[in-house]
């Protein structure tokens, strides 16, 4: 089992920056692939980054390409996502996720584990 618990979310105006993070606890975590997905009101859960084992490889949707970053520090079982020039249209419930095989990565269905989420909210 692996618990993860995000934080760091909250209200920011349009154009602003803000920083999430996920802390693991249970298992290895370098053993695991961590994810970002995010969920709006009435909308699916959409994949938003994700990065490899050792934070080698990091893979992004489209739509958050050159804004959001995606990271993790091992020694401190963390992934962040840190995200820049936000839009209203970020606003979402940000989840993290883990999971041990590469494949499938954009899809929720291939996550093992998952966060509470935590809110952010862009405003215009």
């Known amino acids: 089992q692996v618990q993860l618990v995000e934080s760091g979310g909250g209200l920011v105006q349009a154009g602003g920056s803000l920083r999430v993070s996920c802390a693991a606890s249970?298992?290895?975590?370098?053993?695991?692939?961590m994810g970002w997905f995010r969920q709006a009101p009435g909308k699916e859960r959409e994949f938003v980054a994700a990065?490899?084992?050792?934070?080698?490889?990091?893979y992004y949707a489209d739509s958050v390409k050159g804004r959001f970053t995606i990271s993790r520090d091992n020694a401190k079982n963390t992934v962040y996502l840190q995200m820049n020039s936000l839009k209203p249209e970020d606003t979402a419930v940000y989840y993290c996720?883990?999971?041990?095989?590469?494949?499938?990565?954009?899809?929720?269905?291939?996550?093992?584990?998952w966060g509470q989420g935590t809110q952010v909210t862009v405003s215009s």
């Open positions: 990065i490899s084992w050792g934070g080698g490889s990091t």
């Open positions: 249970g298992r290895t975590f370098s053993n695991y692939f």
């Open positions: 996720a883990a999971k041990t095989s590469l494949a499938n990565i954009r899809g929720p269905m291939g996550y093992d584990y």
